[in-house]
Structure formats: structure tokens, C-alpha cells
């Protein structure tokens, strides 16, 4: 008898196994061409962004996962908890430059895709309310063309896919000006979310010393961060914080400023200043092949 209960269990493991017993069929995302075939899939975006917004209240049949960083994202994706993750599209150019299984789903806005604004998916530099250096940053980055920021973006991917490689060209955007006499401009970022921001161990390409850390931070955002203070007549100090502690930070005037691919959403601008915009992105969904 207790050969036979052995035996039906062995089955029952066997059936498990060639069933969706504890598990599904794998999503297909190779052929989705708009938000509505999504239905079905496990998307997740990074907790507290338009990312998680967009995704929670755009789409239907999805089920929706939130972690608190681009590193937890791709870990959960290259497990298979999840199907894809939402991201801005300069994110998938570094993302796929260093996982050359990975792909990404070019869901236009306001197309094929997400309805959003260019609020939602620019980015700005964010101040303490009533801050007198929003105008100032605003005519600084009027004075920087479309075709520079390209330049730099397209650079910041390259940079991004490995950190010690020095370019072959000089950085796109850089300032001649050398006085630091105006006091320092601290600005907080996650430096972490290539390729805007993220940390490396040496100042290879002009990468800034993070305070409190024996790492460099590099980036869209630390060369737009250089810029700005450089044009300010003041010393910039770089502060590595989590996302969600950014505006608190700001508020606190624990920084002056963050420069961290922050978008100036109406929920954030409730809380804190922006400046114009200082790069603009169509949201994507980035996939394993």
C-alpha cells in the first residue's frame, strides 16, 4: 500500500511539472504592438514615478508589479517575475548595450502607447519652492541646442556600457568658464539610473567624486549638472540619495537642487520648482528576448 501512495505521488509531481502548476506560459511580448496586447502580461515600473502611473491607469489586464529601483527591475526581469518593465527610451539604449538579450517595445506616445504629456516624460532640474535659481538654470539651458543634448545622450550611452573606457571625443557639452566664487551647488541623484545618472570607481570622462563615498558619479545629469553650476560661477557637489527621499532632501535644503531624470509632474510640482525641461523621452517597455 505504501508503495502505491508513492507511486501516485510521483505522478502528481510529474503532472505538476508538465502543467501550469505553479507557473504559466511565458508572454510573447515580441508581438505587442500597442498598450491593449499587453492584456495578460506582468509589467512592473519603479515605485513612485509617471512610469507606475502610466502603467497602473493605462492599462488593462495587466498585472502590475512595483520595485524600488532600475537595478531590482532588471533582476526581476532577467528572472522571469516579470515580463517587461517600463523605462525612458535612453534607458533601454544602455540597458541592451550591456544585456544583449534584452530588447525593448518602442510604444510611441500618444500613438501606439502611453498618453502622456511632455511633463510627464521630459526631465528637469527640481528646486525648493521659490528658489531664485530656476530662472537662472532656465536661461542656461535655453542656451543648449537640441543637436548638443542628442550628442550627449548618445554619448552618456556609450560611457554607460563601460565606465573605465575613456571616449575618442571630446564631451559634447562642456563649460570654459572656471570661477567658483558663487558658494557650491549641491545636487542629489540617485546614481543609479544609467544612462542619466549612475556611480563608477574612477573620474574617467569627467565624472564627479560623490560626497560621503570613495565613487564617482557620471552621466546625462553630471555633465548638465557641471554645466549649470560651471555657468553659475559655482563648485558642484554631487549626493547620491534614494529616489523617493529626493524632494524631502530639497525641501530640507539638504541639496540645493536635484538632477536625477526627474520629471516635473503636476503632483510633483505641488511640492517643489522646476526648471524647463533638459531632455525629453518617449516611454518603452524593455523585454527579454
Not at 30 to 49: E, F, H, M, P, Y
Request: proline letters at 2%; a negative charge; hydrophobic letters at 45%.
Amino acid at each position: 500500500m505504501k508503495r502505491f501512495f508513492s507511486l501516485i505521488l510521483v505522478v502528481a509531481l510529474m503532472l505538476c511539472a508538465f502543467t501550469s502548476c505553479g507557473g504559466r506560459d511565458k508572454f510573447n511580448m515580441a508581438d505587442v504592438k500597442s498598450l491593449s496586447d499587453l492584456n495578460g502580461a506582468i509589467i512592473a515600473a519603479q515605485t513612485g514615478t509617471f512610469h507606475l502611473d502610466a502603467l497602473t491607469e493605462q492599462t488593462e489586464g495587466v498585472d502590475v508589479r512595483e520595485y524600488p529601483d532600475f537595478t531590482q527591475l532588471l533582476t526581476a526581469l532577467n528572472s522571469g517575475a516579470i515580463d517587461g518593465y517600463v523605462a525612458e527610451e535612453p534607458t533601454a539604449y544602455a540597458v541592451i548595450e550591456q544585456n544583449p538579450g534584452l530588447a525593448y517595445i518602442a510604444l510611441k506616445n500618444n500613438d501606439t502607447g502611453f498618453t502622456a504629456s511632455d511633463a510627464d516624460t521630459g526631465i528637469a532640474v527640481a528646486f525648493k519652492t521659490g528658489s531664485e535659481y530656476v530662472a537662472t538654470v532656465n536661461e542656461i539651458l535655453s542656451g543648449i541646442s537640441q543637436e548638443t543634448r542628442a550628442k550627449l545622450m548618445q554619448q552618456a550611452v556609450v560611457m554607460s556600457a563601460n565606465t573605465d573606457a575613456v571616449l575618442s571625443e571630446p564631451l559634447a557639452l562642456s563649460s570654459t568658464n572656471t570661477d567658483t566664487s558663487n558658494g557650491t551647488l549641491k545636487i542629489a541623484m540617485e546614481c543609479a539610473y544609467a544612462p542619466f545618472n549612475w556611480s563608477q570607481l574612477t573620474d574617467a570622462n569627467g565624472a564627479v567624486k560623490i560626497q560621503g563615498s570613495d565613487l564617482y558619479a557620471n552621466g546625462y545629469d553630471v555633465q548638465i549638472a557641471k554645466y549649470v553650476a560651471a555657468q553659475m560661477g559655482m563648485e558642484l557637489e554631487i549626493y547620491s540619495a534614494k529616489w523617493d527621499a529626493l524632494i524631502a532632501g530639497v525641501q530640507a535644503n539638504t541639496y540645493d537642487a536635484i538632477i536625477a531624470g526627474m520629471s516635473p509632474t503636476a503632483e510633483r510640482e505641488a511640492e517643489v520648482d522646476f526648471t524647463d525641461c533638459y531632455y525629453n523621452s518617449n516611454l518603452v517597455i524593455i523585454y527579454k528576448k
